[in-house]
């Protein structure tokens, strides 16, 4: 029972670590299947959770805090639509300018405002999203195995994260149901027949933009609302870059986007569990190994151990009306 006691937790921990992933990761996804490669998915999710931070410390309120994310993180959407869609630039020099903005301003702007060195005050519990215990989750915590999933597992995250999870199959729906995701995913193909049935390619991709940005906001937020309380410098740590290649490894679709974010969460959950831990035939593991092996495991399977990944066709591609 105590190693059943403690995988639950590790999983507990997986699906903590993985929420502002699976978020940027289908932030991306919109992106990207409309033919806007998005590098800059680290900046605005660095840039929402300083904004989270800034206006949950000045205005008491998680839910200001998610607000101001949500709009910086959708201005610097727009400003990448505004650089690769209406300009027609390079889409990956845009996105990593908007990397050095965000890693640039977040420091002098929190500097400035609060003399913490780059840091936002610390928040309260009613300046944070705090955990929701779902119905009869503590009567049901001495049930055996079950019970205790249910408490310890399903219940008792914030209302981002059960959100992230909505966001998932709200976007398999709107990509594979709606119209709007058939066109948007047509877009990605082939623009130049979007654009002979009458529809705008341009005003196509900046909604995918802007909901990209959203996205983002909300995967900052939960850094800084949730995860924190408050921002700190660098807070996303590459997060948005091992986005971009769980969304590589999902191959553009949001459900298998879903289970490579939680695998990339429990190697990041299993690295805390195991630090300082002693493993059988090898002793006393260095700290910095267990913290590099997300990353190690990014760089594996874009090294192709993921098979054939196909991107949209006119992804990064800017679209040249025919005259």
Request: aromatic letters at 14%.
């Amino acid at each position: 029972m105590e190693y059943f006691n403690a995988l639950v937790v590790i999983l507990d921990s997986t699906i903590r670590l993985s929420i502002p992933l699976l978020l940027a990761c289908l932030a991306g996804l919109y992106s990207e299947r409309a033919g806007v490669f998005d590098i800059g998915l680290e900046g605005k999710m660095l840039a929402g959770a300083f904004a989270a931070g800034a206006a949950a410390a000045v205005y008491g309120s998680a839910w200001y805090g998610l607000g101001a994310a949500i709009l910086v993180s959708g201005f610097l959407a727009l400003v990448h639509g505004f650089a690769s869609i209406t300009h027609r630039g390079n889409q990956i020099v845009s996105g990593v300018a908007i990397n050095f903005i965000a890693a640039g301003s977040t420091i002098i702007l929190g500097q400035a405002w609060f003399s913490q060195g780059g840091r936002t005050p610390s928040l309260g519990a009613d300046s944070r999203f705090g955990a929701i215990t779902l119905p009869f989750a503590e009567a049901a915590r001495d049930i055996p195995i079950v019970g205790y999933i249910y408490y310890e597992l399903i219940s008792g995250h914030s209302i981002i994260a059960y959100f992230a999870f909505f966001m998932v199959f709200a976007t398999w729906w709107v990509l594979f149901r709606t119209r709007f995701g058939l066109r948007m995913r047509a877009v990605g193909e082939n623009p130049s027949a979007v654009d002979t049935a009458g529809i705008s390619v341009t005003w196509l991709r900046y909604r995918a933009v802007l909901i990209t940005g959203a996205l983002c906001g909300f995967a900052g937020s939960y850094l800084a609302l949730t995860q924190n309380a408050g921002f700190v410098k660098d807070m996303t740590a590459g997060r948005g870059f091992i986005a971009l290649a769980a969304l590589i490894f999902a191959k553009w679709r949001p459900v298998p986007a879903m289970f490579a974010c939680l695998l990339f969460g429990f190697l990041d959950a299993l690295a805390i569990r195991l630090q300082g831990t002693p493993l059988p035939l090898v002793g006393r593991v260095p700290v910095q190994f267990f913290q590099a092996l997300p990353y190690v495991l990014t760089v594996i399977l874009l090294a192709g151990f993921i098979g054939k990944a196909i991107p949209p066709r006119a992804g990064g591609v800017p679209y040249v009306k025919e005259r």
